[in-house]
């Protein structure tokens, strides 16, 4: 066989590394499932049997002891490319040799002899191996995290002693798109909690694979939909069909008739209400029930410590839970020299006549679950179990949102508005708030107050626009508006005003702003001069506004 099966220990305090090769202990065909998972930090199980006739199997006869690395290689595939598992040993089985399906005696059955049973467990078990000390007693392995974006604590995450010589970022995680996040304590936490803190938040898949090149255990967090255009691409060279036209047996290869596409509502939710620490909140999406049925939600999520930060993570929670769920379960023979240029977590193109969302033409698809078996009497070909999701078309939603009738009194302020667009404050124009662009809320005040707009989607503003027009009453003083993302401003403008009855104003434009998902759209004022500033009384006619419009794709 090409198959190389590698049992090692890496160097430790205890004692220098080792590795053993036992790939003469595994019969041929004996390779039923060997699993690997790639969705949300799941663990992959599977099994490898090896003959053990004296009892030697190992490193210095240990007959395999858990928690030791097992990984096999198919040296029938590229130089480069030759990995096709990699993890961890977990329980074992020792028994005699069974009865061979002929009727005849098995061998292992006197003496030492034996069968050691491994249960293998992928690389995602790992995010659970460690936990994070107090700070007190181990500052280097603590995670007590201050408010960041979701970007900075992986980056943190993957700096911990425990990890940063371990796991790594080659290019599988974006640069940009970070949500905001409140602070956090994890002590007593493990890695795979802050991942799955941020997966929630972003929205975001994540697994650990291991890449040949670096002889790395590499950490790949990012949009499930995602074409890695802005990050490092994750494709498979192969197609996957079941029209033989199109069957090449080169790059294109025939699935057997056994695949099963499932289409399940179960995540779909029209409206939600969140829970955090000290803070609820309701959002709804009626879009939803208009294609389904109403349905609501109740989320919980304790680490969320703010209304702006909840509400927005509610709105982007609605975007992702307003499609149903589409698995597809299949089963492809490839031989034993393109076996590895399908990986878990990978997309790949795919082409099932019988299978909605992948019946018309080839479709990406991303590979959340493979299982690798060679259960044949020939080490020629091997077969893969896929579990796998169409990646939905980018559909780019038309957004706008506006907000009227401005009210403020401080030196430095976002200032709150108490008037959508829609209806409308008296004077001003109708302009339904449509799309993945929402009022963000800041309180209480009258019937509608917001601060800020929230932006559920990625793509481009094509305009942010602040108008307003007073007349002013006060003492003289320089007033600085400006129109903010994140708190950044992306344009201002600065004036004096002198004493009042002076009519004031100002008309802020940002065009073609990206945004992401999470972002929060501010019209900021700072004053200097004086020690405070107010709208004044009567103020909030059509030409107070702050609104937004542009094109942007659910994330």
């Keep these: 066989m090409s198959l190389v099966a590698i049992y090692s220990s890496p160097t430790t305090p205890g004692g220098a590394g ?99 049973d491994i249960t293998l467990v992928d690389l995602n078990d790992f995010l659970a191996f460690r936990v994070f000390a107090p700070v007190a007693t181990d500052p ?35 640069a940009t798109g970070g949500v905001a996040l409140d602070a956090n304590d994890y002590t007593g936490y493990r890695p795979q909690d802050v991942l799955n803190d941020i997966a929630q938040k972003n929205k975001w898949n994540y697994f650990v694979t291991y890449d040949e090149a670096t002889n790395h255990y590499v950490l790949w967090m990012d949009d499930w939909k995602t074409d890695g255009s802005a990050t490092k691409t994750f494709d498979s060279t192969l197609q996957l069909t079941n029209v033989l036209s199109e069957v090449d047996d080169v790059t294109t290869f025939r699935i057997e008739p056994d695949a099963v596409g499932t289409l399940d509502p179960s995540r779909i939710v029209t ?5 955090g620490t000290g803070v609820t909140g309701y959002r709804t999406l009626p879009s939803t029930a208009n294609t389904f049925a109403w349905r609501d939600g109740a989320p919980v999520q304790m680490d969320v410590k703010s209304q702006t930060k909840l509400d927005a ?30 990986k878990a977590g990978q997309r790949i193109q795919c082409h099932f006549t019988h299978i909605p969302e992948v019946q018309s033409a080839m ?31 980018v559909v780019t939603v038309y957004s706008q ?76 003083q320089t007033l600085t508006p ?31 702003v990206v945004v992401s998902a999470g972002d929060v759209i501010t019209g900021h004022l700072h004053i200097t001069g004086s020690t405070r500033w107010g709208v004044p009384a009567g103020a909030g006619g059509c030409e107070e506004l702050l609104e937004a419009s542009g094109n942007l794709v659910a994330p």
Aim: net charge negative; proline share 6%.
């Design 140 to 174: 280097t392995s603590s995670f007590d995290r201050p408010a960041e974006t979701t970007l900075q604590r992986i980056a943190a995450l993957l700096a911990v002693d425990f990890l940063s010589t371990t796991l790594f970022d080659i290019g599988y995680i974006p």
């Design 18 to 116: 080792w590795s053993e090769d036992v790939s003469g202990d595994i019969r041929l065909g004996s390779i039923t499932t060997v699993a690997i998972e790639a969705e949300l930090g799941a663990v992959g199980n599977g099994n490898i049997v090896l003959d053990d006739p004296n009892g030697t199997v190992g490193h210095a006869s240990d007959g395999i002891v858990g928690l030791k690395q097992f990984h096999m290689d198919e040296l029938a595939c590229p130089p480069g490319n030759q990995r096709l598992w990699t993890g961890y040993v977990a329980d074992r089985r020792y028994y005699r040799g069974n009865q061979e399906a002929s009727g005849t005696p098995s061998s292992l059955i006197t003496g030492v002899a034996r069968k050691i």
């Design 363 to 393: 479709t990406w698809c991303r590979i959340l679950q493979m299982t690798i078996a060679q259960a044949q009497q020939t080490p020629e070909f091997y077969w893969l179990s896929l579990e796998l999701s169409p990646i939905p078309p």
């Design 482 to 512: 400006s129109i903010q993302v994140n708190g950044i401003n992306v344009a201002s403008t600065s004036f004096t005003v002198g004493v009042g009855g002076a009519p004031i104003g100002w008309d802020l434009h940002a065009t073609s």
């Design 401 to 476: 949102v506006r907000m009227t009738f401005p009210i403020g009194t401080d030196t430095d302020m976002d200032l709150l508005f108490r008037s959508p667009g829609d209806p409308p404050h008296t004077g001003c124009s109708v302009f339904p708030q449509m799309g993945l662009l929402t009022y963000g809320p800041a309180g209480t005040f009258i019937a509608f107050t917001s601060n800020s707009i929230l932006v559920n989607g990625n793509g481009t503003l094509d305009d942010i626009h602040w108008a307003a027009s007073y007349n002013y009453i006060g003492s003289p």
């Design 313 to 342: 993570w509610l709105d982007a929670d609605l975007v992702q839970n307003s499609t149903e769920d589409n698995r597809i379960s299949c089963t492809v023979r490839v031989p034993n020299d393109k076996v590895t240029a399908i």
């Design 271 to 275: 409206a939600e209400y969140g829970t």
